[in-house]
């Protein structure tokens, strides 16, 4: 494993393990064992299956956005996806993300970098709706603006999740002005003329090191920023954003409402659909942190941190937050090896072998 690699899962574990401390200190096990009992697991089932009506819209939805690039069929979409969630759930590094288009181009020839460059179009969707979703419910839920949790050095309130949104308000738009660099053809050819002209950096070396280094590295960048334009080619038909975007919001209800339904058997947990729609959206833009495989520990501290802001109990929060995660992971990791073995993926090669764009 590279020595990046080992820095990042390293990193991830600190962090992750900092984050479930965090979450667990101040809750007795007893009382959380006891909690845990108390849950009426039948809410898992209805939970459960909104679970997999959302994924398969992302499917769907993934299937139209592909579809600008290489046409594909609902469950040539659907196995790669459902393996990606499942790698991200048991591998470090959100790998998870590469072994998608991977899959693709395994099973449907299409260019590693162009499937690379839809699953990103996906996330410029997700992020989209969650940002929209968390100004507004921001604005119409009611949170204690005195609420004030210290964390060692750092308080977590309201003004925490404004700042929150605003970081995620960047990203969407870094997001978006790369995309517009590469899908038009005026600035891709200005990017791609950058990258051939890098050799004449290197004045100091010989005409065959420029050679080799226009061969080996500017040329395969330039096919690279090709194909990942053609998997962004979306951005020429309207009606497609307008079909993703809506998916997207079908996608993020139906995401909060496998909340909703597993708070139902919950104890304590006596929350609105609006204000549980709250939560997992702070989960969310937590878990976007460097985290160990299914986000445990940060998917924790923010889940007890967002439903504290609302009144719940450290316990009855820690509780209903470590049920409602395995929940939301280990149905995903079933599906994504049922997925594995009926598409016949390796799911380690597609996460970390070397392959061309």
Known sequence: MKKNTTISMVLGVIISALA???????VP?????KYLASINYFW???SVLVIFISFALRAFRWQVILESAHKVGFWQAFHPLMIGFMINCILPLRVGEIARPAVLQRKENIPFSTGLATVAAERVFDVSILIILFAVLLANVQIDTDLDIVVGKHH???????????????LLLLLIAGIIMVSFSTTRKAINSLIIRIPSLFFFSGSDFKEKFQKKVCAPLVGFVENFAFGFALVKYPLKICICLGL???IWVLAAFSYYLMAQGCPGIELSFAKLTTVMIIICFFIALPSVPGYWGLWEASGVFALILFGVSSKDALGFTLANHAIQMFPVIIAGFIS???????IWQVSYEKRPV
């Open 20 to 26: 479930l401390y965090l979450a667990v200190r101040n």
């Open 340 to 346: 594995a073995t009926i598409t016949s993926v390796n």
């Open 44 to 46: 898992i089932l209805p």
């Open 29 to 33: 096990f007893t009382d959380l064992v």
């Open 248 to 250: 997207s919001v079908f």
């Open 156 to 170: 977590l309130n309201r003004e925490t999740l404004m700042a929150m949104r605003g970081g995620m308000f960047k």
